[in-house]
């Protein structure tokens, strides 16, 4: 049995990787630092637009290439390789993918097409203060109102919210829950910025009686509480392949840096003490790899894949944990100045931790579904 990449699979990594990597620099990431402009290259998410990438997972009748969520994880992780300044899992990921999906055939022929092309951007309200469970809003609420819902609540770290048509989220029913496609610009709905270490556009959602239509309804009741599961599953799956990216990177260039510093006369490299450490990175990388793919792989084939799920999270959390701290050391204090670019890499492993949930948390959810028996029981 072959457990390689198709042959498509790798044309979209190489494509993907060759397009960044020609695109994105230390140079051009440093006009983002400190806010002094807003991190999106719009000339580069073109450029992916146009050789079909935003739309590698978009179906063929709605201007995209057609193939699966693993393709579009390995663009996500080159993404990661390069920090690019670009919302992939935001409008990709935890928007778009979610339309396909559940979706009316109204509202696919409304965004789809957009969306392949990069002429329209959405973006996800995933997060709350304190509930970092996509599936479970608590401060989101919404009541019936005729044929449609109002909302109200607040929802926090939504990136790119203040150019996106429209903003993917669930909100808390008397019967379940409603995912809905909020017009950032209707009425009742307000925007505060947020400044995070990463430096991508992020604010905080205010919804103060915002009226939702039936046509921006994605799913409601039991289907709403499905549909949350799913996009929550593949939005940290995707997380999990950014980090696997930066981590990979952040290792490389520590293993670059380590075979061309020396000291007392000789390649730091050749200390046993930097070898064991930098072999313990690729080490934790490719553990990362492994559980990162294994996971993608079940969500692209349809199987269930919770477990897989809270398996490579966690491995996300404390490989892109212990792989920023060996590389700041094995860089001594060149990891730390700012005119060298691992530290933007270090930030990214950071926040990539923490999002939608950290190793402990994701490791007590874990634990709680092997106690009653619903994790690795037949």
Not at 269 to 280: D, E, L, P, Y
Not at 326 to 343: C, E, N, V
Request: net charge negative; with cysteine.
């Amino acid at each position: 049995m072959d457990f390689g990449f198709s042959e498509q699979q790798r044309d979209v990594q190489n494509l993907a990787r060759q397009i960044l990597s020609e695109n994105v620099s230390a140079e051009k990431l440093s006009q983002y630092d400190d806010y002094k402009a807003e991190r999106f290259d719009r000339e580069l998410w073109q450029k992916l637009a146009e050789a079909g990438l935003l739309g590698v997972a978009v179906s063929e009748e709605y201007g995209g290439m057609g193939f699966g969520f693993f393709e579009l994880g390995l663009l996500v992780e080159e993404a990661g390789r390069t920090i690019a300044p670009l919302p992939l899992v935001s409008h990709l990921i935890s928007a778009a993918l979610p339309i396909q999906q559940f979706g009316s055939t109204a509202q696919k022929q409304q965004w789809l097409p957009g969306v392949a092309s990069g002429e329209l951007m959405l973006t996800a309200a995933l997060c709350e203060a304190h509930n970092d469970d996509p599936a479970q809003p608590y401060l989101t609420t919404a009541s019936a109102d005729g044929d449609g819902l109002l909302l109200n609540g607040e929802k926090t770290n939504v990136p790119f919210a203040h150019i996106a048509n429209r903003i993917l989220l669930a909100a808390r029913t008397n019967d379940g829950i409603a995912v809905v496609l909020l017009d950032p610009k209707a009425a009742g709905v307000s925007l505060t910025a947020q400044q995070v270490t990463s430096y991508e556009p992020q604010y905080v959602l205010h919804l103060d009686n915002v009226r939702i239509g039936a046509g921006d309804i994605l799913a409601a009741g039991s289907d709403g509480s499905a549909a949350m599961q799913w996009i929550a599953e593949r939005s940290t799956v995707a997380l999990c392949a950014h980090q696997l990216g930066a981590s990979d990177k952040a290792m490389r260039m520590s293993a670059s840096y380590t075979a061309e510093r020396k000291q007392f006369g000789v390649l730091i490299s050749t200390f046993q003490a930097v070898g064991h450490r930098a072999a313990n990175c690729f080490i934790d990388v490719e553990c990362l790899r492994l559980n990162t793919y294994q996971a993608i792989s079940r969500l692209d084939g349809g199987l269930d894949a919770t477990n897989e799920v809270q398996i490579a999270k966690i491995w996300a959390g404390d490989v892109g944990h212990r792989v920023s701290y060996a590389a700041q050391h094995l860089h001594g204090g060149t990891g730390i100045d700012r005119d060298y670019p691992l530290w933007r890499y270090c930030t990214w492993l950071r926040h990539n931790e923490m999002a939608l949930g950290s190793s402990a948390k994701t490791l007590a959810k874990l634990g709680k579904r092997i106690a009653a028996g619903e994790a690795f029981c037949s």
